[in-house]
């Protein structure tokens, strides 16, 4: 079992995105790229540690890469919890999400805070992730997911399979004013969906969620906020 120290040591390398130093580790010790790691990650693995919220660390994708060369799991679930591409698509982080795809990673994994990956990532409004998975074979069955990411054709299929439910059409209707699809907005409200509902998940009305920034937005507005810049209007007089 690798030490505290050395633990400790792959943590703070990963979040750092010092590439060099966690090769160094991992050559001393290959076991530190697949144990859960103490202290700080609190029991996650490395890969989980580059994959965690708020995602966009720095030399992520190179950091994944070196885990996963060292014998890191793609679809590791510590305590039954999410896989690692569960986390990006919960934070869009693409650069990392691709990287586990191409190593492997089931893009079906049930069992996320949402679901599935795709579940996940059009849920938090992480467009990037939500359009890799799918340009990577994930399926998309529900009517949500198609009107999310208009997919009109899909959406067509949907619906002729079978006339969906009240609440299936107003749930696609929050979603496609998420993610900013007009056409597929227009064809829901055409067939019956509510244009007064808001989920329970939701805040606010379909304008609201037409107005929301998405994850990766709003993370870079976070953290440039962080950094202590202002929107041009919060410095008028």
Not at 28 to 51: I, K, M, Q, W, Y
Request: glycine share 10%.
């Amino acid at each position: 079992m690798p030490t505290d120290e050395d633990q400790l040591s792959t943590y703070v390398a990963i979040r750092e995105g010092a590439a060099d130093r966690l090769s160094e580790l991992l050559r001393a010790d290959p076991e530190l790229a697949t144990c859960p790691l103490g202290g700080p990650a609190r029991g996650r693995t490395p890969l989980h540690v580059v994959s965690d919220w708020p995602g966009y660390f720095p030399n992520g994708p190179r950091v994944a890469e070196l885990l996963i060369a060292s014998g890191a799991d793609v679809d590791a679930r510590p305590d039954g919890g999410e896989s690692p591409l569960h986390w990006t698509a919960s934070s869009d982080d693409a650069a990392v999400a691709r990287v586990l795809i191409d190593a492997g990673a089931d893009i079906e994994a049930p069992g996320g805070s949402i679901g599935t990956p795709l579940d996940n990532a059009i849920g938090y409004a992480c467009w990037n992730v939500a359009r890799l998975l799918v340009e990577r074979g994930a399926r998309v069955e529900k009517l949500w997911h198609a009107a999310a990411l208009g997919l009109l054709d899909r959406m067509e299929e949907l619906i002729a399979d079978s006339a969906p439910a009240q609440e299936a059409l107003d749930q696609a209707l929050w979603h496609a004013c998420a993610g900013g699809q007009r056409r597929a907005a227009e064809r829901l409200i055409g067939l019956g969906a509510d244009v007064t509902f808001t989920p329970e998940y939701g805040r606010g009305t379909l304008i609201d969620a037409a107005a929301s920034d998405g994850t990766q937005r709003a993370n870079l507005i976070e953290w440039l906020t962080g950094l202590g810049l202002r929107a041009s209007a919060d410095t008028v007089d």
